[in-house]
């Protein structure tokens, strides 16, 4: 395993759409593997591969507790299948654009389609801050990042500022 380097904006790979993966083998897990060690370290929640400037359809996510057990899981090729009308804000961040935290609302619960670590195909649905996290980092295979659901002020401030804080470091 690897650590990667962690995108931020505004590098143009971040705009740029993912390309389905064609197939789950030992060299995608090595890529899943080097994400999920990128991501423990940042520290995040979830990291798409594009973040570590790999467009490819692959998703790395761990909601459990800092202290507690690891929970690693993984999302190839996600598709939301099924998502409520109902929706709700959340505060979110991204470690594509550090420090900077604002309320996005989305669909509070979807249903998901994705292949696993094994390649399995799994459906299942994710609410609360899973929920949240899934969709923020599907917004991600598209070129698309929770900035950008924001008012164009509020955005070009906050990639203001991470260039700024990018420069001075
Ligand atoms: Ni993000």
Redesign the pocket.
């Given at each position: 395993m690897a650590l990667r380097e962690i995108l931020t904006v505004p590098d143009p790979l971040l705009k740029q759409k993912s390309a389905a993966v064609e197939v789950v083998d030992d060299g995608l897990r090595a890529l899943m593997d080097d994400m999920l060690e990128t991501m423990y370290a940042a520290p995040?929640i979830?990291?798409?591969a594009v973040?570590i400037g790999v467009p490819k359809r692959v998703i790395v996510m761990d909601l459990s507790p800092r202290e507690g057990e690891q929970e690693p899981k993984y999302f190839v090729n996600p598709e939301i299948v099924w998502a409520s009308e109902e929706t709700a804000p959340y505060e979110?961040?991204?470690?594509?654009?550090p420090d900077i935290y604002d309320e996005v609302e989305r669909p509070a619960k979807v249903r998901l389609r994705y292949l696993n670590y094994q390649g399995e195909t799994i459906e299942e649905e994710a609410e609360g801050v899973y929920a949240v996290c899934i969709q923020?980092?599907m917004?991600?295979l598209d070129g698309v990042?929770?900035i950008d659901h924001l008012s164009r002020l509020k955005r070009e401030r906050a990639v203001a500022k991470v260039k700024k804080a990018k420069q001075a470091a």
């Open positions: 995040g979830g990291l798409a973040q979110e961040g991204c470690l594509s654009v923020h980092e917004d991600h990042l929770f």
